[in-house]
C-alpha cells in the first residue's frame, strides 16, 4: 500500500475578468510566496520541493511550451518542473502518483490562466476539434454544451427555472468568496430574462472570462505532517475519457463522469456515496450541469436533478460553496480551483462560507466538448 | 529514495519518422505506434488501465489534443494524464508513467509521445517561446551556433570541425541500420572533408548536415508493474531511476554562456542515487537526445562527467560506434529523427528495446545491462533516465 | 495582488498568432472527402465487431481498436435531428452570421449523428426527430462544408 498524501497549504489570487496589469508569472507569484511561507519550504535539494507541476495551456498562454516562461516562478533551477497541460485537477492525481512512487516528497501544485488575453475563449475551443468534421461547422465547447443541455433538458426534469435558481445562488454564494469579487449577482427573473447564448443556455447561464491562479503543497505522510497541523489527505482520484465526435456519445449519459466517480470512490473505500461527503466543489461551466454532473456522480437521483434543486439540495447537500465555476475562473483550472477550495474547508479556512466540521469532500473538474473528460478527487481530514 | 514498486517497460511501438506522412492524420498516425506497442507487449487495449498523452499544442494548434486524438490513442473508457515539457516532453511522460504504475494506481499504463511537424511551421512555433517582451526578437527558432564556437576555440578549428563531422556520419551509420529513422542518407567517412567544407551553414559552423531533422512520428511504450512485467514478458528494461534537470528562462539574456550545465547537474544527481562511479564502465549504452553533431559531441563530456578532450577521443577512437565500447545512440538519434514531442521518449525506448534484445538490426553486439538516456529540450533542460536489465529495487 | 497596487505604468503589448496549418486528413478521410465533393455520397465505416455504421468515418473504431479502413459503406444523404443547438454568440471562427442552428443528424444507415449546418428553417420550428436532406454546396471547397447544409424534407 503506498503512503498518504496531504494537501499542506492553499494558495489563490482573485478570479477576475481582466488582470490586464499583470503578467501571468505575477499572479503565480502571488500564488507561491504565501505558500511558502505558509509551510515555511523552499527549493533546497534535500528537504525542499522535489518537483514542482504548472497547470497551464500553450493556446491559451499563446506561448509554446507555456512552462517554459514559468520557470523561475516554480522554482526550476536545475529542479524538476513539468507541466500538465489538461484540466487542473489532473495536477493533483500527478502530483499523488509521484509522491506515492516514492519518487518525490513534497510537490508544488500551480496551476495559472489568463483567459482575457485572448480575443475570444470560444476561438480556443475551437482549436480543441479535429480541422476535417468538426472545425469547419464552427463546433466549440460553448456550442457542444448546447446540445448537451438540449440533450439533457429532454432527458430530466430540469427546466429554466430550476437553471435560474442555479444560477442566482451562485452569486449569493460567490459574494461570500473574497475570490470572486466581481461576480455579478442575478436574481432568477434577470437570468430567466437573459438572452439565449446556445440554445438553451443563457447568457447568465455561461462561466465568466477571467484571469487568475492556484496553487498548493502536497507532501508525503510524514512530511505533511511536519508541514502543517491539519493535512487534507487525497483519499480517492479518477478519471475518465469518453468519445471524441459527439454523435459518438450518449450526451446525457454521463458516461465518462460515472466512471471517473466509481474509481475515485473505489480508491476511496467509499461504497455508498451519498451522505458521505461534507462538502462538495463541481466544475459547473454552464447552469444545467450542475445537477447533471451531481446525477453522474451519482449524489442526486438520475434524471431528477430539477426536483434537487427545488428540494433546496444544493444548500443542503454543501454543493459550491465558493460560488463554483459559475462564479468564475477559468476554464483550464476549474477543478484545481475546486480542490483548493475543498480544502480550505475541510481545514477550517473557508471564512464566511466555512461548513462547520467539514470533515470530507468531493472536488470535480472537467474538459472536452460537452463533458468528454471527468476527473473526480476525493478529501478527507483527520 | 524508496520506490514503492518496480515498474518494467513490456513494450514499444514507432511509426515510421518522416518528413511525409501524408497518408495519415494525427491520430491515425499515433494509431500505428499504440498497435505496435501492444503487439510488442503482447497485449490488447483492454489490458491497459490509463493514457499519458504529451506533445507541443502550438506546433499543430490543436487545443487538449489527447481529446480528438482519442481516435487513435484507445483512451476511449480510460483514465488518462496529459504532460507536456517541450523538447524533453517524451521523457516526462516515460516519468509520468512510470509514477502512475509505481505509486500503485495503475498496472499498465500506455505513454504516447507525438508531433506532425509537417502540419505545422516549427521555427514560428519554437519563435513563439520567447517572452514577448524581452526575448521574441531575438530567437531564431533551435538554431544556435555558440557550442560550435566554444568547441572551435577550446580544441581548435580542425579537430573540433573533424570530430563533429565524425560523430555525424557514425550517428548516420547507425541510422542507416534502424528502418524506422527518418534520415538515413548512407554517408562513408571520405565524405567527411567534402561536408565540411559544403553543407550549407546555418549558424556560424553549424552547417544544415549537422542539424536534427523535422519529423512526423509517434512512439508508444507500455508501462507495468513488477508483477505483471514478469508475467508478460521475458526481459523487461526495468526502471531504475529518473531525474529532471530544468532552469529559468532567462539565464543566458545577457550573453553569459551557463558554468555549471544542466546535463552535468542531472548525471551528478543520477549517478549519485544510484551508486554509480565510472559512468562509462556501468552504463553499457547511452541513448543521447543530440539536436545537431556538435551538441552530441560537445554533451558527451557533459553527461558523463569527462573533463579536457575525453569526450572527444571517444569520438576519434571509434568508442562510441555501435561496436565500440561505449556505444552512442544505436537508432542513429535525434539528428536522423525529430517528431518533437516524441524524441525524447524515442530515446528511452531505443535504450530500452537494446535492455531487451529487441532492437532488431540496430542491437548492440554485447549484453546491456544498464542503459542511460537523455532529453532536451526547453532552455536548456535535462532528463535523464536509466534503465536496468536486472529488476532494480 | 494588493487593491492598492498601482497600475498608471502598466502596458500590454499585442500579439497574434497567425501561423500556417496544413492538416493531412488520411486516406479514409480523403476518401470521404473526394466521394462527398464528386459523387455527392456520404460514407460511413462498419465496425462488425461493435456491429456499428460510424460516420464521420475513421480509420480505427475507437472502441475496439480495429482497423475499419476497408470497411466502407454509403449512408444516406437524409437522416433525422436527433439534438441541436441555436448558436447565437458571433465569433470569428464561425461559418454563418448569428444564429444559425447547428444540429447532430443520423443519416439513413447510420448509428452515430453528424454535427453539421441545419437551414431553411427558423431556429424556433426545429425539433427533434424531424427529418432533414443534405444540400450540396455549389461550389467545392473538398471539405465536410461540400454538404452546404441540411434542409428540412418530408420523412
Ligand atoms: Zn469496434
Known sequence: MA????????????????????????????VLEPLLEKTGLDFSEEQGIGMSISVSDDVFDARTISDNAMTDVLGAHMRCEEKVAQEGIQALYYGLAAIQSGHVDVVLVLGHCKESQGKSRNMVTHLAFDPFYTRPVGLDFTAAAGMQAQAYAAASDVTDDHLAEVVARAGRMARMNPATP????????????????????????????????????????????????HPVWITGVGNCMDSFFLGDRDLTSNFALKKAAARAYRRAGIDTPRDTFDVIEISDQYAYQQPMWMEGLGLVDEGRGGAWIAGGGPDAMKVNRSGGMLAGN???????????????????????????????????GVMGPAGQFHAVAILERD | MKKNRNVGIIGVGQSVYSSHREEVNQPEMINEAVVEALESAGLTIDDVDCIVHGNMELFEMVHQPDLWHTLGTGALGKESLRVTTGGTTGATLVAAADHLVASGLHDVVLAIGFEKLQEGHTTGGITNMADPLWGRQLQTGALTGMTAAQMIEEFGEERAKKVAMKYRILMDQHAMKNHKAH????????????????????????????????????????????????????????????????????????????????????????????GI???????????????????????????????????????END?????????????????????????????????????????????VPKTVNQALASGFGGTMWTVLTLLTRQVPW | MPSDFDTSDCYTIPGKLALP????????????????????????????????????????????????????????????VVNYTVVRYPDRHQPRPVPFVLAMIRLEGADTPIVHLLEEIAPEQVVIGMAVEAVFAVKTTATIRDIDHFKPCDS
Open chain 1, 3 to 30: 503512503r498518504r498524501v496531504g494537501i499542506c497549504a492553499v494558495a489563490q489570487t482573485t478570479y477576475q475578468r481582466d488582470k490586464w496589469h499583470e503578467r501571468f508569472q505575477g499572479m503565480a507569484l502571488e
Open chain 1, 182 to 229: 466581481e461576480t455579478a449577482v442575478y436574481s432568477r427573473e434577470e437570468v430567466l430574462a437573459s438572452p439565449m447564448l446556445a440554445d438553451p443556455i443563457r447568457a447568465h447561464h455561461a462561466y465568466p472570462v477571467s484571469d487568475g491562479a492556484v496553487g498548493m503543497i502536497l507532501a508525503a505522510e510524514d512530511r505533511a505532517r511536519d508541514i502543517c497541523a
Open chain 1, 330 to 364: 477559468p476554464l483550464l483550472l476549474g477543478g484545481l480551483v475546486r480542490a483548493a477550495e475543498v480544502s480550505l474547508q475541510l481545514m477550517g479556512q473557508a471564512g464566511d462560507r466555512q461548513v462547520a466540521d467539514a470533515r470530507r469532500g468531493l472536488a470535480h
Open chain 2, 183 to 274: 534520415r538515413r542518407l548512407g554517408l562513408s567517412p571520405d565524405q567527411a572533408d567534402e561536408l565540411m567544407e559544403n553543407s550549407p551553414q546555418l549558424v556560424g559552423e553549424l552547417r544544415m548536415i549537422h542539424m536534427c531533422s523535422q519529423s512526423d512520428g509517434a512512439c508508444a511504450m507500455v508501462f507495468a508493474s513488477e508483477e505483471k512485467a514478469t508475467a508478460l514478458c521475458d526481459q523487461p528494461a526495468w526502471i531504475k531511476d529518473h531525474v529532471t534537470a530544468h532552469r529559468e528562462e532567462m539565464f543566458c539574456i545577457f550573453g553569459d554562456a551557463p558554468v555549471l550545465s544542466t546535463h552535468r547537474y542531472a548525471a551528478r544527481k543520477l549517478y549519485q542515487r544510484c
Open chain 2, 277 to 315: 562511479t565510472n559512468p562509462r564502465e556501468e552504463i553499457d549504452l547511452f541513448e543521447m537526445y543530440d539536436p545537431s553533431s556538435w551538441w552530441g559531441s560537445d554533451w558527451l563530456r557533459e553527461f558523463l562527467l569527462l573533463e579536457g578532450d575525453e569526450h572527444l577521443k571517444m569520438i
Open chain 2, 319 to 363: 568508442e562510441i560506434a555501435m561496436d565500440g565500447a561505449f556505444p552512442v545512440n544505436p537508432s542513429g538519434g535525434v539528428i536522423a529523427s525529430n517528431p518533437i514531442g516524441a524524441t525524447a521518449m524515442v530515446r528511452v525506448a531505443e535504450a530500452a528495446l537494446q535492455i531487451m534484445g529487441r532492437a532488431g538490426e540496430h542491437q
Open chain 3, 21 to 80: 496549418y496544413t492538416y493531412f486528413a488520411g486516406r479514409v478521410g480523403s476518401r470521404f472527402i473526394t466521394t462527398l465533393r464528386d459523387r455527392h455520397k456520404i460514407m460511413g465505416v462498419r465496425c462488425d465487431h461493435c456491429d456499428m455504421v460510424l460516420v464521420p468515418p475513421r480509420q480505427t473504431c475507437e472502441r475496439c481498436l480495429r482497423d475499419l479502413s476497408d470497411q466502407w459503406c454509403e449512408v444516406g444523404t437524409r437522416g433525422e
